[in-house]
């Protein structure tokens, strides 16, 4: 199975990767997957004080797609506010990266991620947790 | 040397076929084209000559008498034939067969079907180095056995089993005992007699011989062994296979066994060297392991586990140039990691981290250097980029943590 140029792209470039100070009330980080499963998703968001992501990083143990769905929603995520990161559906990003079927729970993951985020952000500023729809792995 | 590109780490998937091999078969697709079963005609003649000349040299690599070579149109065709045509033809005698956890699915796949009509199967665990465990072997056997169907090198971790000490076993309480030879059967010597199989399953494809041609080694004398057809026909291989003879591929096999009886002892020297300096230089590696047992294997083949680092996601980095395999489930269909690297009782998340090395006749020293390089490389920018690594790193105990599986 031959990857897309834009997975291999963020493959081999990929972009944001990287730790935000996890103990600051303005970051929110989310770590989903198991690495029994094969992948695992860190993605952390900084907003700022107009409720603007201002910063976004990852770090990602996973195969090729996995890489390339949190490259491209760290992108994705900065300059959006917080409304406009929860839209993020992964179906935009298998459509982006032309995923392949049996790589489509890597955009779930990445899906995950950004919500785990999000609420970790929203819990540490004393705001209700987002209901997140379960999605197919 | 030039350094060659891409380079072919993957010789236990298939091997390239040998130039000298293809030259000897060649004119058996044209010429020489006629049914190695017409007797009555020089075309018949010839094809009949040309496999007979063939099971010799094939029948010589492993020992045998050429009348023990029955051709079949591959190993997973052969490991079908001895097992299920032992589980037939001495179903009077017993139902129970004996096998292990690391075998190849062509084994597991077909002691389950028989399960279906019938066979009590044990299929024994192997010890955390991927040797089979003699005593728990032994104590398996009730007067219900009728086969020991037990692998001679693994094709994952390359583990060599010690088949001498099992055919020991095997004929002591009057067990027939099976092999599937198709990673070891010109790698190393392999010697039916001295070994004591009854019955070996191997294939031109993985000894630099041509696909779609196997043989099943069938034992004729002390004991007498025979196996009950799986296919129905012109009565072909002494009624064991039936079906016309693939004269080409079997010629083919023939050379490819005839060169690796002369080249085996220089090759397997040449390969082991340059194994171990990709095993010992991948090792240096922080977090680093090796898969199954460091003396008791093929010399060609390695297995090692960069943990925190997952499979597919690594051969990404070199794929365009290395060739190789994974343990990890998203380089196969079955989305669950390697069941031989589980079985030596890995986690998951180092069965997923796994990298399977198979040299050949045609790998350089440096395409060892470059293969060396890419892959240091590439596990120290992933781990860079692993969440796993940075907590491992902090001190964090991954499995203090509540994983969401999914």
């Known amino acids: 199975m031959a990857y897309s140029e834009k997975v291999i792209d963020h493959y081999s470039n990929p972009k944001n990767v990287g730790t935000l100070d996890k103990s600051k009330n303005n970051v929110g980080t989310g ?107 | 040397m030039e350094l060659k590109l891409p380079i072919y780490l993957d010789n236990n998937a298939t091997t390239p076929m040998d130039p000298r091999v293809l030259e000897t078969m060649l004119p058996y697709f044209t010429d020489h084209f006629g049914n190695a079963a017409s007797r009555n005609h020089p075309f018949g003649w010839a094809a009949e000559e040309a496999v007979d000349y063939a099971r010799e040299q094939v029948a010589s690599l492993i020992g045998a008498d050429p009348k023990e070579i029955i051709f079949t149109s591959g190993a997973t065709e052969a490991d079908n034939l001895g097992i299920k045509g032992v589980f037939e033809m001495y179903a009077s005698k017993g139902n129970h067969i004996i096998t292990c956890t690391t075998e190849h699915k062509a084994v597991l796949d077909t002691c389950k079907h028989l399960e279906k009509l019938g066979a009590q199967v044990t299929y024994l665990e192997v010890l955390p180095d991927g040797m089979i465990d003699l005593d728990a072997l032994e104590k398996a056997i009730t007067d219900k056995t009728i086969l020991i169907a037990i692998m001679y090198g693994n094709n994952e971790i390359g583990v060599v089993q010690p088949v001498k000490e099992i055919s020991a076993i095997a004929r002591k309480h009057n067990v027939l005992f099976f092999t599937d030879g198709t990673q070891a059967v010109g790698k190393i010597p392999v010697d039916v007699i001295a070994d004591g199989i009854d019955l070996m399953a191997f294939t031109a494809h993985k000894m630099y011989g041509p696909k779609g041609i196997g043989a099943l080694y069938v034992r004729r004398k002390n004991p007498r062994v025979k196996v009950t057809a799986q296919m129905d026909g012109g009565g072909h291989e002494r009624s064991m296979r039936s079906g016309t003879l693939n004269v080409p591929g079997i010629v083919g096999f023939g050379k490819a066994a005839e060169l690796c009886k002369q080249e085996m002892a220089a090759e397997a020297a040449r390969l082991s060297i340059l194994r171990d300096k990709l095993e010992n230089a991948l090792l240096q590696l922080e977090e680093a392991y090796l898969n199954g047992h460091k003396e008791n294997r093929l010399p060609h083949t390695t297995n090692i586990s960069f943990k925190h680092v997952e499979g597919e996601g690594l051969l990404m980095g070199f794929n365009k140039n290395i060739a190789l395999s994974s343990g990890s489930a998203c380089t196969s269909a079955s989305l669950e990691p390697s069941y031989v690297l589980k079985a030596l009782g890995l986690g998951d998340d180092l069965a997923h981290s796994s990298l399977r090395f198979g040299l050949g006749r045609f790998t350089t020293e440096e395409q060892i250097d470059y293969t060396i390089k890419a892959i240091s490389d590439t596990v120290n920018k992933l781990r860079e980029m692993s969440p796993l690594w940075e907590m491992f790193k902090e001190g964090i105990d991954l499995n203090s943590i509540e994983w969401a599986h999914h």
């Open chain 1, 31 to 137: 770590l989903v997957g198991a690495p029994e499963c094969g992948d695992v998703m860190r993605l952390q968001i900084e907003v700022n004080e107009e409720g603007i992501i201002s910063d976004a990083k990852f770090k990602t143990f996973g195969c090729g797609s996995a890489i390339a769905s949190s490259s491209l929603a760290t992108e994705w995520l900065k300059g959006k506010s917080i409304d406009e990161a929860v839209a993020i559906d992964n179906m935009d990003i298998v459509e982006e990266l032309n995923l392949p079927p049996v790589k489509i729970h890597c955009s779930v993951l990445a899906e995950d991620a950004i919500k785990a985020a999000i609420n970790d952000y929203r819990a540490k500023n004393g705001l209700p947790e987002l209901a997140l729809e379960e999605k197919k792995h």
